[in-house]
């Protein structure tokens, strides 16, 4: 088997984002190879526990993975504060005599944004729409290509590391297998330490807020990074609680068109024509000027807008959200009507550093929580989504009743459909199978 087949076999999906197929991505030439470890979302500390603990399998595996690609440069993105994580790595580079070089950033949010990272490190933007493939790059995060070596030898993707940070007993880092109930996460990590609480499941800004009830049926899945415990009445659940119309009243009411939005916009500060102020004006005056509603497409939400610079309070990346839904439903797409982007002059200024971010959005009192490592949960049961990311769901190859070995493939991707293998993340019987493969421990 060549390389791209062993991390098909082995159902390796992007372990930071939205899960796209590693096999599918890498099958490509490309001359930048950018690894992400920037995990720039407050609080989360897993891809940062990856770079510390496996660097000679990060590096070994980026090396296998720039030779396929044909890449000319492999880069491996970090900050410039990871002080034990630079050593770990740069001490790996020089043990395998590797070509990766380290690119160093400040703390900034959203400094992991793969279009920002690509910008950062070859200085040129993305378009629009476009992925880093489009200006010769191809970005992992250092927990995909810690998978890929691990499919280099075979071993498939069962198990994650999660950071358990917030509301918690045992803020701790926790091996946890593929499928194991949230509500079983936070009880290894000692239960929440407040009656009423919500979760994030990944960062703070982009994560999903998820109630203590649907964390009851809720598991880990190869995408998760994070479960953030916070008090029901957190700010951020507060804000999620506003309705779409109430937004568009505030908007009406409230946006003073002083455009911090749009400066402060990354994507706009890499010169996509992205003006989040100007939508506001729409909406507030009910213009639904179509050029300037379409610029909705765009928004990445990463949550800058109403989350740090709107003095109002406002929400213009959830209205984003709502036109972008809006726009799908007739089929709207965006289209690039030029190749020419130029970034912000004052961009470097404009940059918003982490530590202001974490007051601002009331997570400082978890910001300096040690995180127990090396944890390890061993659970009795396990519900494996036949779809954990990108594409089709995957086909069951098992039947209810029968006996699976740890890392055995349970469901495979149909030839010729875009998905990834799932796998056994414990030994046992196969309990009920729906979108789910269920698996009780013997
Ligand atoms: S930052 Fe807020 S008040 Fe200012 S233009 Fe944007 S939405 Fe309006
Ligand atoms: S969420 Fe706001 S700041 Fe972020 S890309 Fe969208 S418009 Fe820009």
């Not at 076999?9 to 190879?33: E, M, Q, R, W």
């Not at 070509?99 to 944004?113: I, M, Q, T, V």
């Not at 993305?126 to 995909?144: E, K, M, Y």
């Not at 040690?370 to 190859?397: F, H, K, M, S």
């Amino acid at each position: 088997m060549d390389l791209l087949e062993k991390i098909k076999a082995s159902g390796v999906i992007g372990a930071g984002g939205a899960g796209f197929p590693t096999h599918v991505k890498l099958n490509c030439k490309v001359d930048y190879f950018i690894i992400n470890g920037l995990e720039c979302e407050p609080l989360l500390q897993s891809d940062k526990y990856m770079m510390r603990n496996k660097s000679d399998e990060i590096v070994q595996a980026a090396e296998e993975i720039g030779k396929l690609i044909g890449a000319m440069h492999i880069v491996i993105g970090l900050k410039e504060e990871y002080f034990e994580e630079i050593k770990a790595l740069k001490k790996s580079i020089e043990k395998f005599n590797s070509r990766a070089e380290l690119h160093l950033s400040k703390a900034f949010y959203p400094a992991g944004d793969e279009q920002i990272l690509v910008y950062e490190v070859i200085g040129k933007t993305i378009p629009p729409g476009g992925i880093p493939l489009n200006v010769g790059a191809v970005v992992s995060n250092s927990g995909t290509v810690f998978n890929v070596f691990e499919a280099m030898e075979d071993k498939p993707v069962i198990y994650k590391f999660v950071t358990v940070i917030g509301e918690i007993d045992k803020p701790s880092i926790i091996k946890v297998p593929i499928g194991t109930s949230v509500r079983e996460v936070l009880k290894k990590c000692g239960g929440a330490t407040i009656k009423d609480y919500d979760l994030i499941m990944g960062g703070p800004m982009m994560g999903k807020k998820i109630s203590k009830g649907e964390a009851e049926s809720r598991v880990i899945t190869k995408t998760d990074g994070a479960i953030i415990v916070i008090p029901k009445n957190h700010y951020l659940v507060e804000r999620e609680k506003v309705t779409i119309e109430h937004m568009k009243n505030q908007a009406k009411a409230a946006c003073i068109q002083c455009h911090f939005c749009t400066e402060m916009c990354p994507r706009n500060l890499i010169g996509h024509p992205l003006n989040p102020h100007k939508i506001m004006r729409n909406i507030a005056l009910d213009e639904m000027n179509d050029m300037t509603i379409k610029e909705a497409l765009i928004c990445c939400e990463c949550g800058v807008c109403e989350l740090y610079a709107c003095p109002m309070g406002l929400s213009p990346k959830r209205i984003n959200v709502y036109l972008k839904g809006k726009l799908r439903e007739k089929g709207i797409r965006w289209e690039n009507k030029t190749d020419k982007f130029t970034a912000e002059v004052l961009r470097e200024y404009r940059k918003i550093p982490t530590e202001r971010l974490v007051v601002r959005l009331q997570l400082n009192k978890y910001k300096r929580q040690r995180l127990l490592e090396n944890e390890e949960i061993n659970p009795i049961e396990v519900r494996i989504p036949l779809r954990q990311g990108i594409g089709a769901d995957t086909n069951p190859i098992v039947n209810v009743g029968d006996i699976v070995e740890k890392g055995q493939v349970i469901g495979i991707v149909e030839e010729g459909k875009m998905g990834a293998n799932v796998h056994a993340s414990i030994s046992g019987v196969v309990s009920e199978i729906n979108s789910d493969i269920s698996i009780k421990a013997t």
